[in-house]
């Protein structure tokens, strides 16, 4: 029986139930996996390499394979290794393709320290990389004849650009170059990169995922023959994560579906309120109708999530959007996002992009994430953060 998204999120990664059993799949603590035989332990030798089963702790148990399982489902991949942290994902999915003599090409919107894992690990060994601009006009003339793998993020961080993924793909595999791409914004539930031609899709579970701001975790979905490439590195570079940490994930992906939907109701109310501001040059969020690439937006996306971010008009200074994120009350400042709580930090946008110019013709940036408060008490949060910028 074909089923619904929805209906896949609540009954995928469970345990099959033959008389009775929990619900959830159970905490399975373990490092030494025990055999009744050298036949029974050559045998899971054997299929490790093709199968998820129990076999050591750092391979996993049965809860991180639950995990697995249904962020593959959501994803359409062909299958998932759980990381210690999102950006250990995406390190080893680029080192996965990564070699000697070759190049990169990353989106310009990129997580920030993306461009860390670059400059500390493909530029000593001898692999070059490039940035393209954020609305993709300059992305196949900045591809070389020894680019090994495109990396990208869409919706971009910080401003939420979105690129034509599955144009972006097409040109690609012309050229035989696997596609990552960061899909932390769209958490296997907004946005699918998979199904728009990507090869691997990786996700921070510390957001949206997790949902509950108690969680370090990332995951790496990728397609068959992605997985053929790289599917066996996580071992081999000693990535593990907690059983623990994979259980308070799959609780929290139950109620992934109600959680965004809220993130993003409120979000948009708050969005469409901030345009009429007269201290805001432009809210950038991509389910308003100005944000670039809208039209993309409707195409691919299935929703948005808490995520905006507020450019101020050039006459504020930075140190006044910083006395406004002071004056929030209900806004924590901290990083991260995806969480229950309403978060509020400046956006570096310039320290964020260098394939285009933001020094010049632009306000203060500062990113909100809009959590589960009740909107109007956002709204008034917000109004009275205002008269900070005057001050």
């Not at 899909?183 to 990169?193: F, V």
């Not at 285009?356 to 203060?364: A, D, I, L, M």
């Not at 956002?378 to 001050?391: G, K, M, R, V, W």
Request: glycine content about 8%; proline content about 5%.
């Amino acid at each position: 029986m074909k089923q619904n998204k929805q209906t896949k999120l609540i009954h995928c990664g469970r345990q099959e139930i033959k008389t009775s059993g929990p619900i959830n799949p159970p905490v399975m603590r373990a490092s030494t996996i025990v055999f009744d035989s050298i036949k029974s332990w050559r045998d899971v030798r054997d299929r490790r390499a093709t199968e998820r089963v129990l076999s050591y702790g750092a391979r996993g148990t049965e809860t991180a394979f639950a995990l697995e399982a249904l962020v593959t489902e959501l994803e359409g991949g062909h299958r998932a290794q759980l990381f210690p942290t999102g950006l250990a994902a995406i390190a080893v999915t680029i080192m996965g393709y990564a070699r000697s003599g070759g190049h990169v090409l990353f989106a310009d919107s990129v997580y920030e320290p993306v461009r860390k894992i670059a400059s500390a690990f493909l530029e000593p060994n001898n692999i070059a990389y490039s940035f393209f601009k954020t609305d993709g006009s300059d992305f196949e003339q900045k591809i070389q004849q020894n680019t090994q793998l495109i990396f990208v993020e869409s919706p971009g961080s910080l401003l939420y650009e979105m690129l034509d993924l599955p144009e972006i793909c097409r040109i690609a595999h012309e050229r035989n170059i696997p596609v990552g791409v960061d899909n932390t914004w769209g958490s296997a539930w907004l946005y699918n990169p998979l199904e728009l031609g990507a090869d691997v899709s990786v996700i921070a579970a510390t957001k949206y995922l997790c949902g509950h701001s108690d969680v370090m975790m990332g995951i790496m979905v990728a397609n068959e023959k992605a997985w053929e490439k790289i599917g066996a590195l996580p071992e081999a570079l000693g990535q593990a994560s907690s059983p623990d940490d994979a259980a308070l994930v799959l609780r929290g992906m139950r109620t992934l579906g109600q959680r965004i939907a809220a993130h993003g109701k409120s979000a948009l109310a708050i969005a469409q309120w901030l345009e009429t501001r007269p201290e805001v040059e432009k809210v950038w969020f991509p389910e308003l109708p100005n944000h670039p690439r809208h039209d993309l937006w409707k195409r691919d996306c299935k929703g948005s999530n808490g995520l905006l971010t507020i450019e101020f008009k050039q006459e504020f200074t930075t140190k006044q959007s910083e006395q406004f994120i002071d004056a929030l009350e209900l806004f924590g400042i901290g990083a991260s996002w995806g969480g229950f709580e309403s978060l509020a930090l400046p956006a570096n946008v310039v320290g964020a992009r260098t394939a285009s110019n933001w020094r010049e013709g632009h306000g203060p940036f500062v990113r909100l994430h809009i959590g589960l408060e009740a909107t109007d008490d956002l709204i008034a949060d917000i109004t009275q953060a205002f008269s900070a910028l005057n001050q």
